[in-house]
């Protein structure tokens, strides 16, 4: 595993270096992540950790939606779903297990879309 931080500029190239897993932070674009790298290798990331916020406009709707959005720009599989940034520690309990529960119960019906 490997993570460029400042440097995802490198993305592509690192891909072709072997590893397993290349972790991508919030400013690498969803959209073209898994371009960069193709099938050579898996992807960490890129979750906004201000989904998880409790500021009055984050609730577990929004969660499941964002959540979903990132396993649909990014695909379910060789996908680690985590946080572009990690936990800050002003995350709200509840939604952090809100999008826990959303990665794997969307990913699961991703994929069981994809083989009907």
């Given at each position: 595993?490997?993570?460029?931080?400042?440097a995802?500029?490198?993305?592509?190239?690192?891909?072709?270096?072997?590893?397993?897993?290349?972790?991508?932070?919030?400013?690498?674009?969803?959209?073209?992540?898994?371009?960069?790298?193709?099938?050579?290798?898996?992807?960490?990331?890129?979750?906004?950790?201000?989904?998880l916020?409790?500021?009055?406009?984050?609730?577990?709707?929004?969660?499941?939606?964002?959540?979903?959005?990132?396993?649909?720009?990014?695909?379910p599989?060789?996908?680690?779903?985590n946080?572009?940034?990690?936990?800050?520690?002003?995350?709200?309990?509840?939604?952090?297990n809100?999008?826990?529960?959303?990665?794997?119960?969307?990913?699961?019906?991703?994929?069981?879309?994809?083989?009907?």
């Amino acid at each position: 595993m490997v993570f460029a931080c400042g440097a995802s500029f490198a993305n592509e190239e690192l891909s072709k270096l072997g590893y397993d897993v290349i972790t991508i932070d919030g400013s690498v674009s969803r959209e073209t992540a898994r371009d960069f790298v193709g099938g050579r290798t898996g992807l960490q990331g890129n979750y906004d950790p201000k989904e998880l916020i409790a500021d009055g406009t984050k609730t577990p709707e929004t969660v499941r939606r964002t959540a979903k959005e990132l396993l649909e720009a990014l695909g379910p599989q060789r996908l680690i779903a985590n946080l572009g940034e990690g936990l800050g520690g002003k995350e709200d309990p509840e939604l952090v297990n809100v999008f826990v529960d959303a990665i794997h119960e969307e990913s699961e019906a991703i994929i069981r879309a994809s083989r009907s």
